[in-house]
């Protein structure tokens, strides 16, 4: 058990739809970061965020946001969903000190039908 | 630009077999991280091992060790005496922990140990 909590573990959708996962971090890390991994693009970065601070985006739709309330879990929002938006996706924290070791949770498999 | 490349998609061995999968990495930086996650068919990833680029010793970890070479920018991982329980999908990843510490990650490689 990594002590990174995500869910749903699963989530079935209709198109158009809007989701959202959440996230709750290891006790004591800061950092916390949402990855997708899908069957074409592999494992690909999205967003990061440091105590409530957005502190890096990668490959994120604009249709996609996340934040990081004050209690440190984090949300990933996912709105006017496409069929190629099904992918699992993983939420991982860390301390952030010098390219520590990020713990994932079991991540969350969204299909969109 | 920073990329890491695992070549290997697929492995097949039989149980006890030694097994290496291979990394190769690249970045400007001269300060990075490596680190290897393995993602079993449950599904999760779980962390393995983290090297930071001024530490070239290699590791050993019971069955596990891991090989840095900055020479060839290579950070490959061998499992001695495989076992079932080692059939998973390997990921290699880079950080380069500069503003932000997000991992790049390979493509991974599947290794498929049989009994």
């Known amino acids: 058990d990594s002590g990174v909590t995500q869910t749903p573990k699963h989530l079935i959708t209709a198109t158009g739809q809007r989701v959202t996962l959440r996230c709750s971090p290891r006790s004591g890390d800061l950092s916390v970061y949402w990855y997708q991994q899908s069957l074409d693009q592999g494992l690909q970065f999205l967003i990061q965020y440091y105590n409530g601070e957005e502190r890096a985006k990668g490959n994120i739709l604009e249709r996609f946001s996340a934040q990081q309330f004050p209690d440190l879990h984090s949300e990933l929002n996912l709105s006017s969903l496409e069929l190629g938006d099904s992918a699992l996706y993983f939420c991982?924290?860390?301390?952030?000190?010098?390219?520590?070791?990020?713990?994932f949770g079991q991540g969350t498999r969204l299909t969109v039908v | 630009a920073q990329k890491v490349t695992q070549a290997q998609t697929e492995i097949s061995v039989v149980e006890k077999e030694d097994v290496t999968l291979d990394c190769v990495y690249e970045t400007r930086d001269t300060t990075y991280y490596l680190f290897w996650y393995k993602q079993p068919p449950s599904g999760e990833l779980v962390f393995l091992i983290r090297?930071?680029?001024?530490?070239?010793q290699n590791e050993i970890s019971g069955r596990y060790s891991w090989n840095f070479q900055k020479s060839t920018s290579s950070f490959n991982f061998t499992i001695t005496a495989s076992q079932v329980v080692d059939s998973a999908v390997y990921f290699c990843?880079?950080?380069?922990?500069?503003?932000?510490?997000?991992?790049?990650f390979g493509t991974g490689t599947r290794l498929q140990v049989f009994p």
């Open positions: 090297r930071n680029s001024f530490d070239e």
């Open positions: 991982a924290s860390s301390t952030y000190r010098g390219g520590s070791e990020a713990f």
């Open positions: 990843a880079l950080s380069e922990a500069r503003d932000t510490d997000k991992l790049i």
